[in-house]
T-cell receptor
Framework: DSGVTQTPKHLITATGQRVTLRCSPR?????VYWYQQSLDQGLQFLIQ???????AKGNILERFSAQQFPDLHSELNLSSLELGDSALYFC????????????FGQGTRLTVV | AQTVTQSQPEMSVQEAETVTLSCTYD???????LFWYKQPPSRQMILVIR??????QNATENRFSVNFQKAAKSFSLKISDSQLGDAAMYFC??????????????FGTGTLLAVQP
């Protein structure tokens, strides 16, 4: 158990809908990262938050947004869903210091039908 | 931009034998970290081993060791005495070491390792 909790584990939704994925980082970790794993794109970095502030953005679509709350949990919002958004979405957390590891949650499997 | 390349989509090894997974990367940075992650069927991403670029000594974690060739930008993973539980997808990953930079990971495409009994 990495200490990073993601909910839900599985999500099935229809095209055009909006979903929210939730992540609780390890105790003490200030940084949260979101990654997308799909068959055609592989593992891609989406976005990073550090202590409530956006730190870095990767290949995140405009239809996607995220935030980190004062209690440090994070949510990834995916809207106007398309079939191609079906993927495994990982959250990872770290202390945020330069040489510390990132620990991954078990992921949320999103299926858009 | 940094890139990570894993040229072996699939590998197979007999139980108790040794296997080496390849990874090359491209970067203009001198300070960085390299990682191998394991993803078993449970989907969990598990850190196997890490290597700091400034360290010349190759990292070792029990049966797992790396061959880090900085000049060649090569970072291979050797698994000794392979076990059935080692069967998984293995990802090589890069992270910048510069202060203030994001700690995001850049992943390769993965190598699916099968372990034959």
């Amino acid at each position: 158990d990495s200490g990073v909790t993601q909910t839900p584990k599985h999500l099935i939704t229809a095209t055009g809908q909006r979903v929210t994925l939730r992540c609780s980082p390890r105790s003490g970790d200030l940084s949260v990262y979101w990654y997308q794993q799909s068959l055609d794109q592989g593992l891609q970095f989406l976005i990073q938050y550090y202590n409530g502030e956006e730190r870095a953005k990767g290949n995140i679509l405009e239809r996607f947004s995220a935030q980190q709350f004062p209690d440090l949990h994070s949510e990834l919002n995916l809207s106007s869903l398309e079939l191609g958004d079906s993927a495994l979405y990982f959250c990872a957390s770290s202390t945020g210091a330069g040489n510390t590891e990132a620990f991954f949650g078990q992921g949320t499997r999103l299926t858009v039908v | 931009a940094q890139t990570v390349t894993q040229s072996q989509p699939e590998m197979s090894v007999q139980e108790a034998e040794t296997v080496t997974l390849s990874c090359t990367y491209d970067t203009s940075e001198s300070d960085y970290y390299l990682f191998w992650y394991k993803q078993p069927p449970s989907r969990q991403m598990i850190l196997v081993i890490r290597q700091e670029a400034y360290k010349q000594q190759n990292a070792t974690e029990n049966r797992f060791s790396v061959n880090f060739q900085k000049a060649a930008k090569s970072f291979s993973l050797k698994i000794s005495d392979s076990q059935l539980g080692d069967a998984a997808m293995y990802f090589c990953a890069y992270r910048s070491g510069y202060g203030g930079a994001t700690n995001k990971l850049i992943f390769g495409t993965g190598t699916l390792l099968a372990v034959q009994p």
